[in-house]
Nanobody
Framework: QVQLVESGGGLVQPGGSLRISCTAS????????MRWYRQAPGQARDWVAG????????KYADSVKGRFTISRDNAKNTVYLQMNSLKPEDTAVYYC???????????WGQGTQVVVSS
C-alpha cells in the first residue's frame, strides 16, 4: 500500500530553521519526482519546491527561494525540505507529493504542521 509520511514539523521562532522529511513506501520512489506544497489556514494549497528523480534539478517558489532547500535520498526513499530564515508567513501544513510524469500517477502525504511564531 502506498504511503507518504511527513515528519519534523513543529513550532519555531522567526528566523529559525527546521527540516521536515517525507518517507515513501509502496511504490518505486526513485521513479517519482517529489514536490513540497503548503496550505495556510483559509488559503489554497501552494507549490513550494520540486526535485527531479535523480536530484539534478530543483526548483522553488519565489517566496522561499534562497531560504528553503529540497533534497532527496533515493536509498532511504526520503525527501527533505530544509527551511531556514523562517517567517511567520511560512506557517502552514506542509505536504509532500510524488509525481510520475510517465504515468501521471501521484500520491500525497497527510501533512505536517509548521508554525513560525515568537
Amino acid at each position: 500500500q502506498v504511503q507518504l509520511v511527513e515528519s519534523g514539523g513543529g513550532l519555531v521562532q522567526p528566523g529559525g530553521s527546521l527540516r521536515i522529511s517525507c518517507t515513501a513506501s509502496g511504490f518505486t520512489f526513485s521513479m517519482y519526482a517529489m514536490r513540497w506544497y503548503r496550505q495556510a489556514p483559509g488559503q489554497a494549497r501552494d507549490w513550494v519546491a520540486g526535485i527531479t528523480t535523480d536530484a539534478r534539478i530543483t526548483k522553488y517558489a519565489d517566496s522561499v527561494k534562497g531560504r528553503f532547500t529540497i533534497s532527496r535520498d533515493n536509498a532511504k526513499n526520503t525527501v527533505y525540505l530544509q527551511m531556514n530564515s523562517l517567517k511567520p508567513e511560512d506557517t502552514a501544513v506542509y505536504y509532500c507529493n510524488a509525481y510520475n510524469s510517465w504515468t501521471s500517477n501521484q500520491y500525497w502525504g497527510q501533512g505536517t504542521q509548521v508554525v513560525v511564531s515568537s
